[in-house]
Nanobody, 118 residues
Framework: QVQLTESGGGSAQPGGSLILSCTAS????????MAWYRQRPGRQREAVAY???????NYADSVKGRFTISRDSAMNTVILQMTSLKPEDTAVYFC????????????WGPGTQVTVSS
Protein backbone atom coordinates (compact mmCIF):
# COMPACT_ATOMS: atom_id res chain seq x y z
CA GLN A 1 0.00 0.00 0.00
CA VAL A 2 1.48 3.31 -1.06
CA GLN A 3 1.19 6.26 1.30
CA LEU A 4 2.14 9.85 0.58
CA THR A 5 3.57 12.26 3.10
CA GLU A 6 3.73 15.97 2.40
CA SER A 7 5.87 18.64 4.00
CA GLY A 8 6.82 22.25 3.49
CA GLY A 9 3.55 24.08 3.70
CA GLY A 10 3.16 27.21 5.76
CA SER A 11 2.92 30.95 5.44
CA ALA A 12 4.70 33.37 3.16
CA GLN A 13 4.45 37.00 2.22
CA PRO A 14 3.50 38.06 -1.29
CA GLY A 15 6.54 37.72 -3.48
CA GLY A 16 8.00 35.06 -1.23
CA SER A 17 8.83 31.43 -1.85
CA LEU A 18 7.96 28.04 -0.43
CA ILE A 19 8.96 24.51 -1.32
CA LEU A 20 6.56 21.60 -0.96
CA SER A 21 7.78 18.03 -0.87
CA CYS A 22 5.89 14.77 -1.10
CA THR A 23 7.43 11.37 -0.49
CA ALA A 24 5.83 8.06 -1.28
CA SER A 25 6.33 4.99 0.85
CA UNK A 26 5.77 1.63 -0.78
CA UNK A 27 6.26 0.42 -4.31
CA UNK A 28 4.43 1.59 -7.39
CA UNK A 29 3.23 -0.87 -9.98
CA UNK A 30 3.69 1.28 -13.08
CA UNK A 31 4.05 4.93 -12.20
CA UNK A 32 2.52 7.13 -14.88
CA UNK A 33 2.49 10.63 -13.49
CA MET A 34 3.09 12.87 -10.52
CA ALA A 35 1.37 16.14 -9.85
CA TRP A 36 0.41 18.85 -7.45
CA TYR A 37 -3.17 20.01 -7.10
CA ARG A 38 -4.63 22.73 -4.92
CA GLN A 39 -7.99 23.64 -3.53
CA ARG A 40 -8.56 27.30 -2.87
CA PRO A 41 -11.31 28.42 -0.48
CA GLY A 42 -14.70 28.01 -2.08
CA ARG A 43 -13.31 26.43 -5.24
CA GLN A 44 -12.87 22.96 -6.68
CA ARG A 45 -9.56 21.16 -6.62
CA GLU A 46 -7.43 22.15 -9.60
CA ALA A 47 -4.24 20.86 -11.15
CA VAL A 48 -1.25 23.12 -10.61
CA ALA A 49 1.72 21.21 -12.00
CA TYR A 50 2.02 17.83 -13.68
CA UNK A 51 4.95 15.61 -14.61
CA UNK A 52 4.80 12.38 -16.59
CA UNK A 53 7.00 9.40 -15.85
CA UNK A 54 9.01 10.45 -18.89
CA UNK A 55 9.68 13.86 -17.39
CA UNK A 56 7.35 16.04 -19.41
CA UNK A 57 5.82 18.85 -17.40
CA ASN A 58 2.75 20.99 -17.67
CA TYR A 59 1.57 23.89 -15.55
CA ALA A 60 -1.63 25.78 -14.94
CA ASP A 61 -1.52 29.17 -16.64
CA SER A 62 -1.85 30.87 -13.26
CA VAL A 63 1.48 29.48 -12.04
CA LYS A 64 3.58 29.27 -15.19
CA GLY A 65 6.95 30.87 -14.69
CA ARG A 66 6.52 30.90 -10.92
CA PHE A 67 6.17 27.24 -9.91
CA THR A 68 8.45 24.34 -10.81
CA ILE A 69 7.72 20.66 -10.36
CA SER A 70 10.59 18.22 -10.00
CA ARG A 71 11.26 14.73 -8.73
CA ASP A 72 14.09 12.64 -7.39
CA SER A 73 15.80 9.94 -9.45
CA ALA A 74 13.95 7.17 -7.64
CA MET A 75 10.66 8.85 -8.58
CA ASN A 76 9.28 8.51 -5.08
CA THR A 77 9.56 12.19 -4.16
CA VAL A 78 7.94 15.05 -5.98
CA ILE A 79 8.73 18.67 -5.18
CA LEU A 80 6.94 21.90 -5.95
CA GLN A 81 9.06 25.03 -5.83
CA MET A 82 6.84 28.08 -5.54
CA THR A 83 8.21 31.56 -6.10
CA SER A 84 6.70 35.02 -6.52
CA LEU A 85 3.80 33.86 -4.40
CA LYS A 86 0.53 35.73 -4.59
CA PRO A 87 -2.36 35.87 -2.13
CA GLU A 88 -4.43 33.92 -4.65
CA ASP A 89 -2.01 31.01 -4.27
CA THR A 90 -3.45 30.48 -0.80
CA ALA A 91 -4.85 26.96 -0.80
CA VAL A 92 -4.50 23.45 0.47
CA TYR A 93 -1.98 21.71 -1.78
CA PHE A 94 -2.22 17.98 -2.51
CA CYS A 95 0.39 15.79 -4.14
CA UNK A 96 -0.67 13.03 -6.49
CA UNK A 97 0.93 9.90 -7.91
CA UNK A 98 -0.87 7.93 -10.59
CA UNK A 99 -0.31 4.47 -11.96
CA UNK A 100 -1.13 3.29 -15.45
CA UNK A 101 -2.55 -0.08 -16.46
CA UNK A 102 -3.26 -2.57 -15.05
CA UNK A 103 -3.96 -0.92 -11.70
CA UNK A 104 -4.74 2.67 -12.76
CA UNK A 105 -4.50 3.54 -9.09
CA UNK A 106 -4.53 7.11 -7.84
CA UNK A 107 -2.72 8.12 -4.69
CA TRP A 108 -3.24 11.42 -2.90
CA GLY A 109 -1.40 13.14 -0.13
CA PRO A 110 -3.35 14.45 2.87
CA GLY A 111 -2.88 18.08 1.88
CA THR A 112 -0.76 20.88 3.24
CA GLN A 113 -1.89 24.46 3.82
CA VAL A 114 -0.15 27.31 2.03
CA THR A 115 -1.12 30.82 3.09
CA VAL A 116 0.17 33.90 1.32
CA SER A 117 -0.57 37.17 3.04
CA SER A 118 1.12 40.33 4.22
Amino acid sequence: QVQLTESGGGSAQPGGSLILSCTASGTFSRLNAMAWYRQRPGRQREAVAYMTAGGQTNYADSVKGRFTISRDSAMNTVILQMTSLKPEDTAVYFCYFGETLPTRADYWGPGTQVTVSS
